[in-house]
């Protein structure tokens, strides 16, 4: 009962703020911001419990909520938001070198960032099971399969294959482990994840990433010549953005793959504006297929792109154009995909997963993505959702 009333309380005074602070201001999007971070607490009042899970699970979609949240506290000052993150990492890392549900021999690349939200908790509770758990998974990528150029693999139960997904999986986690380290000679193996994925997945023509690629060409969804998979997925291209410009934010600017890493960026950034629905200013769950029967405007990868292009402005990565149209994007999911049901705001319009093979088989074919469950108050939506808002704050 006492969270219930804390949480109206913090509520009513968001209310009290938002009617006062005019819109694209630092006060407008730190009040979105709060609103998002409150609306996922009230909804799923257990971070560990967060996605649906029906039992707590070590994964990357609590993960960019823990990250999220814990951003809003160092913004905010406001406990509730801190607590809310601790009962996530004190659940799963009990201090005893392990993490609860994480399995290192299955090889999933999600998992490792799991461990993403680590880094800066450890800038506020420097505890030592939080350094036992950073070591564990930057073991997993130590021992991560490869392809036969180095490219990790997406898991051990896909062999071969690189997802565009897996570089935010991965890499991120990987460079700032690096970098706090002093280990920065790491930094040119983050470089050839992407040069590897750059190189198999990278469509000159349309301008966009396939998907996945398999090494193998055994898969029913890899073209025989190329390996690729055969459609370019809103959130698959989002994943790879976010992890290039949360890359960027730790490479030293002096180090070789800076500025290769830059590139990518801001030509993928660049061609991504191409496939925008203009009136929206979002973009649509198959990319290139925007007047295809059963097409829809998609929730997450609009937020991951909102992110990308304001946190690349404000670092720097991009130019100072993007955060006009990082503005309209924010504006284009609150009026079309924001509902506010007088006590909390819900973000619709989520593709709840996808991915490629598996059981039961997933083609990569457009009818397959266009057919994925659609949802509200999905993580992936959520998490950037709050992090853009708090980077137009800045």
Not at 279 to 296: C, E, F, H, I, T
Request: aromatic share 14%; with cysteine; charged share 25%.
């Amino acid at each position: 009962m006492k969270r219930i009333l804390s949480l109206l309380t913090l509520t009513l005074c968001v209310l009290q703020l938002a009617a006062k602070a005019p819109k694209h201001t630092s006060a407008y999007y730190l009040t979105w911001a709060e609103r998002f971070a409150q609306s996922q607490m009230a909804h799923d009042p257990k971070l560990s419990m967060a996605d649906g899970v029906k039992a707590p699970k070590w994964d990357y979609t609590q993960a960019l909520l823990a990250k999220s949240v814990l951003q809003t506290y160092k913004q905010t000052g406001k406990e509730e938001y801190l607590k809310y993150v601790l009962e996530f990492a004190d659940y799963f890392i009990p201090g005893n070198g392990s993490i609860e549900t994480y399995k290192l021999e299955d090889f999933n690349i999600d998992r490792v960032n799991g461990g993403s939200f680590l880094f800066p908790l450890l800038e506020i509770m420097p505890e030592e099971r939080y350094r036992e758990a950073i070591e564990l998974l930057y073991k997993q990528l130590c021992e991560q399969p490869r392809t036969s150029e180095g490219g990790f693999w997406h898991k051990k139960i896909y062999p071969h294959q690189m997802w565009l997904d897996g570089l935010y999986m991965g890499e991120p986690f990987y460079a700032r482990y690096a970098v706090e380290n002093k280990k920065t000679e790491l930094l040119d193996d983050v470089l050839l994840q992407f040069r590897t994925v750059d190189r198999h997945t990278y469509d000159p023509k349309s301008g966009l990433n396939y998907h996945g690629w398999d090494e193998s060409r055994k898969q029913q969804w890899a073209d025989p010549e190329t390996g690729c998979s055969p459609n370019f997925w809103g959130r698959s291209m989002g994943w790879y953005l976010m992890a290039m410009v949360d890359v960027l934010d730790v490479m030293p600017k002096d180090h070789p793959a800076y500025n290769e890493i830059l590139g990518m960026l801001q030509r993928s950034a660049k061609n991504i504006l191409r496939y925008q629905d203009k009136k929206s200013r979002m973009w649509y769950q198959v990319l290139d297929k925007q007047d295809a029967p059963g097409n829809y405007l998609e929730t997450t990868c609009s937020a991951i792109f909102c992110y990308t292009f304001i946190k690349g402005t404000n670092r720097g990565f991009l130019p100072a154009s993007y955060r006009k149209e990082a503005q309209r994007i924010f504006d284009g999911i609150i009026a079309k995909k924001v509902v506010d049901d007088g006590q909390w705001w819900d973000l619709t319009g989520c593709c709840a997963v996808a991915g490629l093979g598996g059981k039961p088989y997933r083609s990569g074919s457009y009818s397959y993505y266009i057919n994925e469950p659609i949802r509200s108050n999905d993580p992936k939506g959520v998490g950037p959702m709050i992090l853009a808002a708090l980077e137009l704050a800045r």
